[in-house]
């Protein structure tokens, strides 16, 4: 059974940094990728960076491109968020999603049917 677990969420003060983490288990793919997104109270899901572990190709959002990193480790199967300067507007349950099939391109990582396994969610709450 695939699992995505995430963590590392909390509450933290404007300007300051959290590291989320997505454990990835009883995944057999060798080629897949991972997407976070956020889902702030009242608004649609939002992807913010995807990984394709594959070939290490990165993905960023406009809202958090120069401050959010994603990351791999342990044989691909913990992927890492490193958002600093969070901001209130950052406020939101974070998701992470694996996709199967990658295609290439530069913009099908911020679709929602892309994804074929999904996290529970982290709460990020950022106060100022």
């Known amino acids: 059974e695939v699992q995505l677990v995430e963590s590392g969420g909390g509450l933290v003060q404007a300007g300051g940094s959290l590291r989320l983490s997505c454990s990835v288990s009883?995944?057999?793919?060798?080629?897949?990728?991972i997407g976070w997104f956020r889902q702030a109270p009242g608004k649609e899901r939002e992807g913010i960076s995807c990984?394709?572990?594959?070939?290490?190709?990165?993905f960023y959002g406009d809202s958090v491109k120069g401050r959010f990193t994603i990351s791999s480790a342990n044989a691909k199967k913990t992927v890492y968020l490193q958002m600093n300067n969070l901001q209130p507007e950052d406020t939101a349950v974070y998701y992470c999603?694996?996709?199967?099939?990658?295609?290439?391109?530069?913009?099908?990582?911020?679709?929602?049917?892309?994804?074929?396994?999904w996290g529970q969610g982290t709460h990020v709450t950022v106060f100022s």
């Open positions: 009883g995944f057999s793919f060798d080629d897949f990728a």
């Open positions: 999603a694996a996709a199967v099939a990658v295609p290439y391109g530069t913009t099908w990582w911020t679709e929602l049917k892309e994804y074929d396994y």
């Open positions: 990984i394709s572990v594959s070939d290490d190709r990165t």
